[in-house]
Antibody, heavy 121, light 107 residues
Framework: EVQLVESGGGLVQPGRSLRLSCAAS????????MHWVRQAPGKGLEWVSG????????GYADSVKGRFTISRDNAKNSLYLQMNSLRAEDTALYYC??????????????WGQGTLVTVSS | DIQMTQSPSSLSASVGDRVTITCRAS??????LAWFQQKPGKAPKSLIY???SLQSGVPSKFSGSGSGTDFTLTISSLQPEDFATYYC?????????FGQGTKLEIK
């Protein structure tokens, strides 16, 4: 059974940093791309970033480019999102999600339960 | 970036009805289109990928079609558990983008 467990969310002041983690199990982690998707309270889904199986292909939403960095550690079956210069509009539930393929240019087939990030002074 | 526009934004229907949700891409995306279902307080769930392929375990009452810029999700014989919000997503190119969602409510 695929399991994706996010952690690292919390309350942070504007301009500060936070690092999200996602622990994956139930599949061969280094065979698949991974993604982060967020959902602001009461709003729709927003794709944040994706990374291919070997970190060779990475993409970001325009809203986070230059501030967020996605990475993965295949030896630890873990996905990360380093979030710098946080803004109030980054407040959201952040989902870790598994890609259906290895490239990152594929859809999402499994989702974690999310970790909440609140940016406020 | 590719913009995804869903219509309608909300939809009221009755148990047993058949409904169709439309998703339009601002440029051609071949068949790189997925559909997700989300219930309140829950993570999204994959329904359809490659425009018309059913995710494993998803009932055949859900079907998708389309290619290029215009896509549809059809749900037949609505049951109470089908009332949720539905999202389309293009994965043809980065950044991947979602539609704004369609909230399906009980009439």
């Amino acid at each position: 059974e695929v399991q994706l467990v996010e952690s690292g969310g919390g309350l942070v002041q504007p301009g500060r940093s936070l690092r999200l983690s996602c622990a994956a199990s139930g599949f061969t982690f280094d065979d698949y791309a991974m993604h982060w998707v967020r959902q602001a309270p009461g709003k729709g889904l927003e794709w944040v970033s994706g990374i291919s199986w070997n970190s060779g292909s990475i993409g970001y939403a325009d809203s986070v480019k230059g501030r967020f960095t996605i990475s993965r550690d295949n030896a630890k079956n873990s996905l990360y999102l380093q979030m710098n210069s946080l803004r109030a509009e980054d407040t959201a539930l952040y989902y870790c999600a598994k890609g259906r393929g290895y490239s990152g240019y594929d859809d999402i087939d499994y989702w974690g339960q999310g970790t909440l990030v609140t940016v406020s002074s | 970036d590719i913009q995804m526009t869903q219509s309608p934004s909300s939809l009221s229907a009755s148990v047993g009805d058949r409904v169709t949700i439309t998703c339009r891409a601002s440029q051609g995306i071949s068949n790189y289109l997925a559909w997700f279902q989300q219930k309140p307080g829950k993570a999204p769930k994959s329904l359809i990928y490659a425009a018309s392929s059913l995710q494993s375990g998803v009932p055949s009452k859900f079907s998708g079609s389309g290619s290029g810029t215009d896509f549809t999700l059809t749900i037949s014989s609505l049951q109470p558990e089908d009332f949720a919000t539905y999202y389309c997503q293009q994965y043809n190119s980065y950044p991947q983008t979602f539609g704004q969602g369609t909230k399906l409510e009980i009439k």
